[in-house]
């Protein structure tokens, strides 16, 4: 129930107006008297809006906005007045109050007001959490050798809006590398980024999307559609897989391409093109052109700027970084405390090798570890089997700190297990294990069998 707060320094005034609220709203509705004490619930309780009036003695209703953009509050205000003066209340919206309304209004437009006062703070969070989320994950992690050159390569050809293709293995970031262009490309202005998976779109559909089409175009086209060119003109087209790319809409790729024009599926008038084109592939477009099935004055246009992202196995050193960068989102994300990884777990994530898809693979680790994670700590018990399993195995083959640390553990399950007749539920009790999955899962990591 969203709580709203009335502020006015007539008492009896604001309790009627709360408890109007209550009734027609289902609001959780609550009063202060005078500015101070609404600066001091606002500040100590959650409160979802407020309803303020302006004209108070001591501490007026400007003083409390004042005050709430001092302390970066963000909660909407709306302020109401019984005087009809409404410079000042224009003059309140310009401090931060979300709108103003008169205090002879009917309490049911009073609701319908906070409401869309309620949405619109909803609608912030939302907008300020995907940016932030974007903001994190877009950025380039690393300070590697490789990742450092693949910077400065970025840095080089961003301002100049030639078309770059981007090289790499399944998972290594090439949308990231895409966003990242583009992000230093429109500096700072409010450019559009669109993307297209050329492998996801239906044969007979490639060309509507890519270029649009017109009404009547073919049967189900309603209505005019603008296609990725149109909505991503003055910013970056991203072309993904673009070695999926049917040949007749490679064809006409090229041609648009050369002569920076387009036109719609069924139309006739050329639509100017403004769009900076940066396509990727994990294949080797070479090869395709060899085999035929890519065509070689496109790879040509395609690749005027060439940038290859490196498999994660060739940045190791980034790994740690990466890895507390995804514990950080994902955490976020889900709606949880952050978690932290041990050391342990982040050395076995180091020495992984990382083939199936990179730093995708990375992410989906860590997400596995933080769901099987009771506590605030990943430790490599909570890893896929797979990457614990490697370091268990790289462990015991060495007489380093780390091998004899396991065999520890070993001895020490074995013994438990011995004296519970290889009960594992019982063992794991003992042991002080959320359950008896827990404790298997330690026996795979070192290797414990029961006996036959």
Known sequence: MPKILVVDDIEALADQYAYDLQRVGDFDARVA???????????????????LDLEMPDVDGFAVLRALKEHEVETPVIVYTGTGDYARCVQAVKLGAYSFIDKAEPMEQVVHEVRRALDHASMSRELSTLRARTESESRLAGSSAPMQKLKDQIA??????????IEGESGTGKEVVAREI????????????????????PENLVESELFGHERGAFTGAAKLHRGAFERAAGGTLFLDEIGEMPAAAQAKLLRVLETKEMTRVGGEK?????????AATNRNLADE?????FRQDLLFRLNIHSVSVPPLRDRRSDIPELAEQFVETISRDFGMRRKRLS???????????????????LRNAIERAIIASDTQLVGLEHLPDEIADLASTQAANDGSFAARKKEAERQIVITALQRNAWHVTNTAAELGLADHASLLKIMRRLGVDRPA
Do not use: M
């Open 33 to 51: 008297i005078g500015g101070r004490e609404a600066i001091e619930q606002i500040l100590s309780t959650a409160v979802d809006c407020v309803i």
């Open 156 to 165: 080089r050809i961003a301002p100049v809006p030639s078309a770059v293709l």
């Open 182 to 201: 583009h992000r230093l490309f429109a500096d700072g202005a409010d450019r559009p980024f669109v993307a297209i998976n050329c492998a996801a779109l």
């Open 270 to 278: 050329p639509v100017k093109v403004r769009a900076r084109v940066v």
């Open 289 to 293: 052109v060899e085999a035929g099935s």
């Open 343 to 361: 050391p342990a777990a982040v050395e076995a994530l180091t020495a992984y090798e990382w083939r199936s898809n990179n730093v995708r693979e």
